[in-house]
C-alpha cells in the first residue's frame, strides 16, 4: 500500500536561506509524485510533479524536488526563501493519479 | 475567474443539521473529488466522480452523499452533522485520470457546535 511521510512537521529558516522539505514514500509499483504548497485559508497549488523521465523536476515559484527511487525519496528544494513562502507543504503519491495519498505536511516558516 | 469554486466559504451549524456544499469547475474537466482536511491539516480523499459516475468510494459514513448532477458540478450532501465531521472540504478536479494532477478550491470550512 502506498503512504508517504514527511519527517518535519515545522521548519523555520531565515529569509535568503536555502530550505530542503523531506518526503519519502512507500509503495510495491511506479509512482507518481507531487508537491502541492497551501497559503492560509487557501486550497492547495501545485508546485512540481514528477511522472517519468528526468529525477530533477522544477516547479514554479524557483522551488525544485529530485526523485531518488533507491531511497524513496522526493525532497523539495528552493535555493533562497522568501518570506512569502511561508506555507503548508504537501507531498504526495498516487499510483494512477485518480487517487493521491497525501503526507501530513511540513509547515515552512520564513523569518526576515 | 475562479476555476474551482466551492460554497459556502463557512458553514457553521448545531450537531444533528443537514447541510450541503456546492462545487463548480469551469475548467471542463471530466474527474471531481471531495477531500477533508482535518484540525492537523491532514488531507484524506472522499469521493471521485468522473463524468458524473462514482469512481472512488473510500471509509465515509453513508450520511455523506455526494451528487454529480453534471460533469461540472459535484455537490456534496452531509445528514446529521456529529461533532467530529468538522473540518475543511476541499473540492478538486483534474482532466486526465490517469496524469492530470488536481485543481483545488479554497475549501469549505464546516464548524458543528
Known amino acids: 500500500a502506498q503512504s508517504v511521510t514527511q519527517l518535519d512537521s515545522q521548519v523555520p529558516v531565515f529569509e535568503e536561506a536555502p530550505v530542503e522539505l523531506r518526503c519519502n514514500y512507500s509503495s510495491s509499483v511506479s509512482v507518481y509524485l507531487f508537491w502541492y504548497v497551501q497559503y492560509p485559508n487557501q486550497g492547495l497549488q501545485l508546485l512540481l510533479k514528477y511522472l517519468s523521465g528526468s529525477t530533477l523536476v522544477k516547479g514554479i515559484n524557483g522551488f525544485e524536488a529530485e526523485f531518488n527511487k533507491s531511497q524513496t525519496s522526493f525532497h523539495l528544494r528552493k535555493p533562497s526563501v522568501h518570506i512569502s513562502d511561508t506555507a503548508e507543504y504537501f507531498c504526495a503519491v498516487s499510483e494512477d493519479t485518480d487517487k493521491l495519498i497525501f503526507g501530513t505536511g511540513t509547515r515552512l516558516q520564513v523569518f526576515p | 475567474d475562479t476555476a474551482v469554486s466551492q460554497t459556502p466559504k463557512y458553514l457553521v451549524t448545531q450537531m444533528g443539521n443537514d447541510k450541503s456544499i456546492k462545487c463548480e469547475q469551469n475548467?471542463?474537466?471530466?474527474?471531481m473529488y471531495w477531500y477533508k482536511q482535518d484540525s492537523k491539516k491532514f488531507l484524506k480523499i472522499m469521493f471521485s466522480?468522473?463524468?458524473?459516475?462514482?469512481?472512488i468510494n473510500e471509509t465515509v459514513p453513508n450520511r455523506f452523499s455526494p451528487k454529480s448532477p453534471d460533469k461540472a458540478h459535484l455537490n456534496l450532501h452531509i445528514n446529521s452533522l456529529e461533532l467530529g465531521d468538522s473540518a475543511v472540504y476541499f473540492c478538486?478536479?483534474?482532466?486526465?485520470?490517469?496524469?492530470?494532477?488536481?485543481?483545488f478550491g479554497d475549501g469549505t470550512r464546516l464548524s458543528i457546535l
Open positions: 478538486a478536479s483534474s482532466s486526465d485520470r490517469t496524469l492530470e494532477p488536481q485543481h
Open positions: 466522480y468522473n463524468n458524473k459516475e462514482l469512481i
Open positions: 475548467l471542463g474537466h471530466d474527474t
